[in-house]
Every structure is written in structure tokens, then in C-alpha cells.
């Protein structure tokens, strides 16, 4: 492996030049596949991730249904070329822990129960990945989910916190998590403050730990904020419901 | 927009919106409308997108999936299929095993039912026993979405009056996001069905409609 980069220089910048607490700049496109009941496109430095959700559709085979609510089926996938080494397009064991832990951090936000015996299908594809997928996916699929018109009790935003240098550090990008010493991805509903999803790899001391959710949560307001926006800017432009004529 | 706060205080959460702490939330993208009942106000949100839930006493185009031992598996268009039975259809009981189901419907016909029974533990029921219900033999079929219907719906009169009047032609709309348009001939059953799309999409200025309403008048 090549050697190790400046992760963090003197004046306290990281390896692309942003703040410890800086995000890197997103970007969220709503409703860009045709054919999905929803749809969210998402960019988010280096990450272009691209989510379709479908549904709530009759599900096959039947016998999978759930009496009382209705079944998600999270599928995240890498494209072969999403990555510096070509990465064969089987689904890989960390893919199929991804879509897992993806659809856990989904389901609390969804009113499950207003549709028993169906299906929920979100697909997540990263077309290019550069550290934090998980958290762009949860970003993007949320807001994909809200688009198919599916009743959700709020948005799940995501963000992962990290330590370089002994320093706490906002939205890791691929070099940091590679190189630094510690990743730890949160996702929230921001109204409620509830999270729905907090993973860690790494060594983070009980103060670290309680500083990196606070810092987490700053960058999930953030990142909520262009969830909204992004909705916002599609729907606004839809004429008015029953206007008088 | 889900989690945004529609209201504080009074009120009762309806559809598309729930309850916490006095706060009502928005659970879909959609519009706020205030209704009144009994004396408390009731939130909804009615939503932009999202699957057709049937409703007992719904009218819905439907279309016939497969045939089964005295029913018919019919789509409307909603994460359920629906059942018709085969005594929904006869005014009296008839012995299937004598009986040509596909004589009366077969796979790829179009009906026009009502909901009769949903309760999300089981399929919803359709019924044919009613004068405006059964098969449909002609015309063209249109497919909306959702909040597009309600839009129709809302001027439900005017516009069945237009298409009526100009295009000779008559309107079954499907609570199910499916409009049945029956002309006296093809042309005219295309142009309808263009002036609904438009309409529909929200293509027209209020000042257009209102001038393509009043000609008809």
C-alpha cells in the first residue's frame, strides 16, 4: 500500500482541505428514474449514489408477507467500477451486511402497518464511493422513500464521525477512513432525535464518544436540511391541489 | 413533507399526518387541508403520490388476472388484488360446475366494480350488482395518478359536462387512478382522453380552464 498521506496539517486542515467539522458538499436530485415509484440521486463528495424504491407493491413469494405490516427488502450494491479496483458485481458479505443494516436504520422511520402483506423494494446502487456510503445510502434512500409517497414518520439522515490524529472529525472520506483510527456512522430522525442507526470501528473513550455524537448530530441537521431542500425544490412546482378555478 | 410540524395544539391528525406531544406531523408529501368534524378540527395531508388503498364503497376500473374456482383475481391498480366471486355477478345462485366462467369475464377483461369489503387482513371484495357496474365492452382507458384523480374529481362535474358536450363522449372515473372514456367513435375517445391528460397534469392556466369550461357552457 502506498504511504501514508497528511491527514492532518499543522493548521488543523484535513487531507482535502476542509474544517474537522466541515461536511463535504451535497448534492440531492429527486425523482430521477422514470420507472421507480421513487427515486433519489445523491452526490456527496467523492459518492454518487443512486436510489429507486418501489412499492408498496403485492408481494412474490407470498409466503414471505407479514400479517401485521409490510416487508422492506433493501438491496445495496457497488457497481463494478464504483471503486479504484474493479470489485466482481457478485454481492459481496460486507454488500449483504450493508443492505441489512441500511434497511434497519429505514424501517423505524416507515409506518409500516398501514400496508400489511406487501412489499417495500428499495434498491441502492453507488455508482462511485469515497468512504461513508452507508450513511450517503440511508441519506438518499430516506429521501427516495418520501418521494414514492410512502408515509414516513420523519427523514433518516446519516453522517459518519471519525477519529484521525487523536481528533474528532465530520464525514470521513475514503483516505481518512482508511488511514485514520477510529469510523462511526449515525443515522437519525432529527425531530425526534432518535437514532436509528450508530455503528463504530476503532477506539473512542467515553467523552470522545459522547463529543462524536454531538458533532454527528450537527452534521445530520445539515445533511436533513438538503434532504428537505431537495424535496422541496420537486414538489414545489406542482400547481395547486383543488385550486378554485 | 414527513416530520415537518403541520400544527400545534387542538387538533386531530387524519389522513397522512399522525400525532405526538400536541404536535401534529406530516407523514407524506402532499398539501394540509383542515376539515371540520363534529367540532374538532381533523389534519390531513393529502398526499402528491403514493399506492391506491381501496375503500369500501369505491368505484374502481378493474382488469381480470386470472380465474379461479368460482372467482375472478381482478387488478385495480393497488398493492391488493381484489376478488370478485361468481355470486357477486348472477342475481341468483348458480352451479359453477355447469357454468363457463370465461363466458362472463375472462383474463384481460376490463370491469367497472365497487369495493363491497377491505379490511387489510384480507383481499378486497368486489361487487358487479349494481346498474352502472359490469364488464366493459368499449371505449378507452386512461391511466392517472393518484392525486391527479383528485384533481378531476374536484371539478368532476364541469369537466364530465365538457368532455360530454364537445367529444360526444361518456366518463367512468375509477377511484383507482383509471378513467373509462366511452365515445361513439375512436377520434373522439382520443381526443377526450388527450384533453384529460392535460388536464390532469395541470397544463392549463385556472384562466384557460375556465375559458374551455365556459365554450362548453
Known amino acids: 500500500m502506498s504511504e501514508e498521506p497528511t491527514l492532518l496539517t499543522p493548521e488543523g486542515l484535513r487531507v482535502d482541505g476542509r474544517r474537522p467539522d466541515e461536511l463535504r458538499p451535497i448534492k440531492i436530485e429527486v425523482g430521477v428514474l422514470d420507472n421507480a415509484d421513487g427515486s433519489a440521486y445523491l452526490e456527496q463528495g467523492g459518492n454518487k449514489v443512486i436510489v429507486a424504491v418501489y412499492g408498496p407493491r403485492e408481494l412474490h413469494p407470498k409466503h414471505l408477507s407479514l400479517p401485521n405490516r409490510a416487508l422492506v427488502r433493501t438491496r445495496y450494491h457497488m457497481t463494478p467500477f464504483s471503486v479504484e479496483e474493479r470489485k466482481a458485481p457478485a454481492p459481496t458479505r460486507r454488500e449483504i451486511e450493508l443492505s441489512k443494516v441500511i434497511r434497519e436504520a429505514l424501517e423505524p422511520s416507515i409506518f409500516l402497518n398501514e400496508y400489511p402483506r406487501t412489499a417495500i423494494d428499495i434498491f441502492i446502487e453507488v455508482l462511485q464511493a469515497d468512504g461513508g456510503t452507508r450513511c450517503a445510502s440511508i441519506t438518499a434512500a430516506s429521501v427516495a422513500l418520501a418521494d414514492a409517497g410512502i408515509p414516513l414518520r420523519d427523514l433518516v439522515a446519516a453522517i459518519a464521525v471519525g477519529k484521525v490524529k487523536g481528533r474528532l472529525v465530520l464525514d470521513l472520506n475514503h483516505l481518512e477512513d482508511q488511514y485514520g483510527e477510529g469510523d462511526m456512522p449515525v443515522a437519525m430522525m432529527p425531530v425526534f432525535n432518535a437514532v436509528t442507526l450508530l455503528q463504530a470501528d476503532g477506539l473512542f473513550t467515553p467523552e470522545e464518544f459522547k463529543k462524536a455524537l454531538k458533532l454527528a448530530r450537527k452534521g445530520i441537521m445539515e445533511v436533513y436540511r438538503a434532504q428537505k431542500e431537495a424535496l422541496r425544490k420537486k414538489y414545489s412546482r406542482i400547481p395547486k391541489e383543488g385550486e378554485e378555478l | ?217
Not at chain 2, 100 to 117: C, Q, W
Request: glycine share 10%; proline share 5%; hydrophobic share 40%.
Open chain 2, 1 to 217: 413533507m414527513p416530520g415537518d410540524v403541520v400544527v400545534t395544539g387542538h387538533y386531530l391528525p387524519g389522513h397522512g399526518s399522525y400525532k405526538l406531544d400536541r404536535k401534529v406531523y406530516a407523514k407524506r408529501i402532499g398539501l394540509v387541508e383542515v376539515t371540520d368534524v363534529g367540532g374538532q378540527k381533523v389534519v390531513n395531508v393529502v398526499p402528491f403520490k403514493g399506492a391506491y388503498l381501496p375503500k369500501e364503497g369505491d368505484v374502481v376500473v378493474g382488469k381480470v388476472l386470472d380465474i379461479g374456482i368460482g372467482h375472478w383475481l381482478v387488478d385495480i391498480n393497488s398493492p391488493y388484488t381484489a376478488v370478485l366471486p361468481v355470486s357477486e355477478i348472477f342475481p341468483r345462485p348458480v352451479d359453477i360446475s355447469k357454468v363457463d366462467l370465461t363466458e362472463h369475464l375472462n383474463i384481460g377483461d376490463l370491469v367497472v366494480a365497487r369495493v363491497i369489503a377491505f379490511d387489510l387482513t384480507r383481499d378486497p371484495l368486489l361487487t358487479l350488482k349494481e346498474s352502472r357496474l359490469g364488464k366493459v365492452v368499449k371505449g378507452s382507458l386512461l391511466e392517472l395518478p393518484l392525486s391527479q384523480i383528485r384533481r378531476l374529481w374536484m371539478m368532476r362535474e364541469r369537466i364530465t359536462k365538457l368532455i360530454e358536450e364537445r367529444y360526444k363522449c361518456s366518463l367512468v372515473v375509477g377511484e383507482n387512478g383509471r378513467i373509462l372514456v366511452i365515445g361513439p367513435e375512436t377520434r373522439q375517445e382520443v381526443d377526450a382522453v388527450k384533453i384529460l391528460k392535460a388536464i390532469g397534469e395541470g397544463r392549463y392556466s385556472k384562466r384557460e380552464l375556465r375559458r374551455l369550461l365556459g365554450e362548453s357552457r
